[in-house]
Every structure is written in C-alpha cells, then in structure tokens.
C-alpha cells in the first residue's frame, strides 16, 4: 500500500473509556514499581521517611491518564483542563464542547506527540497556542469551527487533519517552516480554486494530500510536487486540461472520483509516469482516457459509473511487448452503456486475472 496517512486514530477510542475513577497513591506506586521497591517503600515507612511522597501524579478531573496519554473525550469541556500532567504523550479531547485555544493551554507540554481537538467548537487559536509543543508531530483538528489555518504550527509537524472546517482560503505561506509535513487532510471544507493564493504550500514536502468534498472546478496549482497520494474526489472538477498534472512526476495514487469530469486532454496523464492507481469513477466521461497502455506502473484503474459506450482493443494495453512493466490487477468499467460483449479479448492481454476486469450491467 501506497498510502503514507493512516486513516485510524492513534489515540484511544471513546468506546474504551471506563468510568472515572480517582487513583490513589498506591494505584500509582503498584503501577509503576516492581515488588522489591515496594518492600524498600514498606521500609522506609516504618521508619518514617516514605512520607509525603515526591510530587503526586496530577490528571485533570474527570480525564483518565496512563501510560502518558490523557484520555478526555466526551466530557463537555469548554476548554482546555488545566493540570495535564507534564510527560504527556498523547492527549485527546475529542468530542467536547471547547470553543477557542489559548495562549497558555498547552504550557510546558513539550512531550507531547499526538493531540486530538476533532469534534469541538474551536472558532479562534491564538497565535502562540502551539510554541510550546516542540515535539508535537500529529494534530487532529477535524470538525470544528476554523475559517484558516492555525498560526505558528509546530515545525515537528508531521501529520494534520484539518477535515471539515469551514476553511475558505489557504494564505501564501500559510504552511510554511512545516518542513517535515508529510500528509494533510482538508477535505469538506467550502475551499474554491480561488481560495488557495499563490505559494499556499510553498515549502512543504508532502506525500499526502487530500482535498475531497471540497467547492474546486479545476486541479489546484501548485500543490507540492513532493506528492505521492492525491485525492481530490467529490469536487466539481469538469475537466483534466494538458498542464493540470505537469508537476507531479512522483505521484503513485491519483482520486479524481465523484465528479463532473467529461474530457481528459490527450497527453496529460503523460507526466505521471509512476501511477499505479488512477481513480476515476463517478464521472461523465464517454470514453477510456488516452495514454494508459504508456503508464508503464499503473495497475489499477476504475471508470466505473460514466458515460462510456465503447472500449477499443489498445486501450488499456501497448501493442508491443515489454512496453509495460506491470500487469492490470483492476480494472472497473460496470455502470457503463458499453456493451460488455463487443469488447475484443485482447483488449485485456495485459491483464493479471480476468478476475481482475469488472464489468456488469447497465442501468439507465
């Protein structure tokens, strides 16, 4: 698998909350100190110098903590607790009702790995939130309230999903000394082409990149040329034009599904000579798209619900041998006027398994 985003959430997931319950000292020491220390404390107590112990672990009220995550999901906060403790890996605060982030919520959390803020209210972040979180490399902030990008993300960045936001446009420079980003997510925000200004991902290296369920009519210019993933399914692109893909040399996996595409120029798909997937189903087009027995990698192609009446025998495959490096492991054509019967056999010699071809019937 191509893809370098992992969709699951690394933290804990609500359903696993146990109810809360405040954790004594022994709870602590049991957790953390094998039997030979707990002897040693049983003497120090009887001599009187076990008493009072080192600085207590502090959770905030109602979270759970463990294992250096704090697990507050599902509480109703309005904002950020106070008191999480210092070597916090992880900290989820999905599903409250926070509506900003202050200057000093996340003060002295320089561990901190992975923060989730998904399902909030969050509207307004003040642009110093994020100084002291050093180390921080996944930040989960889909479902909230955000018109732009956060200020001043922390350089360690790695992973973000700013999903259904109400992002409209994306500032020059707006991503910029994120050096080590490597996968963003901002789909089902109301992003036009428009909307993202010139040098909008200046800088970044990403592999990952999704813009789905978004306002676009075209492919946006001047996404990094880094990509390796690029989804940008269930927009109302119409059209792929010559120089839309000019870029992206190094791009595996292409989403072009759920759209209103009717025309893809001969010649664009040249520049991307390392596909392996190209998803275009859910379109209108009315014929296979030109160039695919050239793209010596791609294994995988669905056209299935569009417009097309017929599939010519060069296609999908070269007319030569060893053109193409790789064997067709999937190819959909179903929810198609073509007539599956007239398709020459030899359309897919350079398919891996006839399994592989999915056609099936049409409906009107």
Request: with cysteine.
């Amino acid at each position: 698998t191509f893809s370098l985003c992992i969709s699951h959430m690394l933290l804990l997931s609500p359903s696993s909350a146990l109810p809360f319950e405040q954790k004594g000292f022994w709870d602590f020491a049991m957790d953390s100190m094998d039997s030979d220390g707990m002897m040693t404390m049983m003497r120090d107590e009887e001599d009187g110098s076990a008493f009072p112990p080192p600085e207590l672990p502090t959770c905030p009220f109602g979270c759970q903590c463990r294992l250096r995550v704090v697990q507050c999901s599902d509480l109703g906060m309005t904002e950020v607790p106070k008191n999480i403790p210092r070597d916090t890996k992880f900290l989820d605060l999905q599903n409250n009702h926070i509506t900003e982030l202050k200057e000093d919520d996340f003060k002295g959390l320089t561990n901190l790995y992975g923060l989730s803020l998904r399902n909030n209210l969050i509207s307004k972040v003040h642009p110093k939130t994020f100084a002291p979180l050093k180390h921080m490399q996944k930040l989960y902030f889909s479902k909230n309230l955000l018109t732009t990008i956060p200020k001043n993300l922390p350089s360690s960045l790695v992973e973000m999903r700013i999903h259904e936001n109400r992002i409209k446009k994306v500032a020059a420079g707006a991503f910029s000394g994120l050096v080590n980003m490597n996968c963003i997510e901002m789909g089902a925000n109301p992003l036009q082409n428009s909307g993202f200004e010139p040098g909008a991902f200046k800088g970044l290296k990403l592999n990952y990149l999704r813009i789905s369920e978004a306002k676009l009519t075209g492919v946006p210019k001047d996404l990094p040329d880094s990509l390796h993933e690029l989804h940008l399914d269930q927009n109302q692109i119409q059209a792929v034009e010559l120089e839309d893909l000019k870029r992206y040399k190094n791009l595996y996996r292409l989403g072009l599904g759920f759209n209103h595409i009717r025309n893809i120029e001969n010649g664009s798909l040249s520049y991307l000579p390392m596909l392996r997937e190209l998803h275009l189903d859910n379109n209108r087009l009315t014929r296979v798209p030109k160039g695919l027995p050239d793209m010596k990698y791609l294994q995988v192609v669905y056209l299935h619900s569009n417009n097309i009446s017929q599939v010519g025998v060069d296609d999908f495959c070269p007319r030569g041998f060893g053109m193409k490096r790789t064997f067709y492991n999937g190819i959909s054509l179903f929810a198609n006027p073509v007539k599956y019967w007239e398709v020459q056999p030899a359309t897919f010699r350079c398919v891996s398994d006839r399994l592989a071809i999915q056609f099936g019937n049409y409906k009107k």
